[in-house]
Nanobody
Framework: QVQLVESGGGSVQAGGSLRLSCAAS????????MGWFRQAPGKEREGVAA????????YYGDSVKGRFTISRDNAKNTVFLQLDSLKPEDTAMYYC???????????????????WGQGTQVTVSS
């Protein structure tokens, strides 16, 4: 059974930082494109960041470029998302997802990912 479990969310003030983790079990991430997505109430799920199987290529949504950093540790079967310079508009549920192939042109497209975690809430206050 594939499980992706996110952790590290919380409440911070604007300008603060958080580090999200996504631990996989029942699934080896080393050959997978891994992504982070977020969804705020009343909004569509959007791609935040994605990383290729070996970590060579990274992809970021325009709204988070320069502030968020995605990384992975295949030996630990874990993906990370460092969130810096947080803004109130970053408030959302953050989801980890896995795609059984290269990121390619689909690194930030939610429907191209087959496995999803339950999410971790990030709340940023002004």
């Amino acid at each position: 059974q594939v499980q992706l479990v996110e952790s590290g969310g919380g409440s911070v003030q604007a300008g603060g930082s958080l580090r999200l983790s996504c631990a996989a079990s029942g699934y080896t991430i080393s050959a997978s494109c891994m992504g982070w997505f977020r969804q705020a109430p009343g909004k569509e799920r959007e791609g935040v960041a994605a990383i290729s199987s070996r970590g060579v290529f990274t992809y970021y949504g325009d709204s988070v470029k320069g502030r968020f950093t995605i990384s992975r540790d295949n030996a630990k079967n874990t993906v990370f998302l460092q969130l810096d310079s947080l803004k109130p508009e970053d408030t959302a549920m953050y989801y980890c997802a896995a795609r059984d192939s290269a990121c390619g042109a689909y690194g930030l497209v939610p429907r191209m990912f087959g496995y999803w975690g339950q999410g971790t809430q990030v709340t940023v206050s002004s």
